[in-house]
């Protein structure tokens, strides 16, 4: 079956920066648009950044853009988010998707989620 597995979240000082992965298994990685979404306690889950089948193509929230960067790397079964400049606001916990839909924004059509990792900024 299908699996993405985030890491690398964690606790950091605003201003600072973290780098999270997803590892996916169980599906062609190659054939999917890859997706970062975010969930704040007492909010909806929101986009945050997305990559397309090759790399070549990118799609970023307004709030994130400049300070995060999405990466694949399809040899690995991988996609990355850099996240620099943290906000105290960027805390919530992170989840990566996979949809067949090129660079949505729209969480419904990502088929396929993993199971969160967490992301807390400090002031």
């Known amino acids: 079956q299908v699996q993405l597995v985030e890491s690398g979240g964690g606790l950091v000082q605003a201003g600072g920066s973290l780098r999270l992965s997803c590892a996916a298994s169980?599906?062609?990685?190659?054939?999917?648009?890859m997706g970062w979404f975010r969930q704040a306690p007492g909010k909806e889950r929101a986009f945050v950044a997305a990559?397309?089948?090759?790399?070549?193509?990118?799609n970023y929230a307004e709030s994130v853009k400049g300070r995060f960067t999405i990466s694949r790397d399809n040899a690995k079964n991988t996609v990355y988010l850099q996240m620099n400049s943290l906000k105290p606001e960027d805390t919530a916990v992170y989840y990566c998707?996979?949809?067949?839909?090129?660079?949505?924004?729209?969480?419904?059509?990502?088929?396929?989620w993993g199971q969160g990792t967490q992301v807390t900024v400090s002031s």
């Open positions: 990559i397309s089948w090759s790399g070549g193509s990118t």
């Open positions: 998707a996979a949809t067949r839909i090129a660079l949505t924004t729209i969480s419904q059509v990502y088929a396929h």
């Open positions: 169980g599906l062609t990685f190659s054939g999917y648009s």
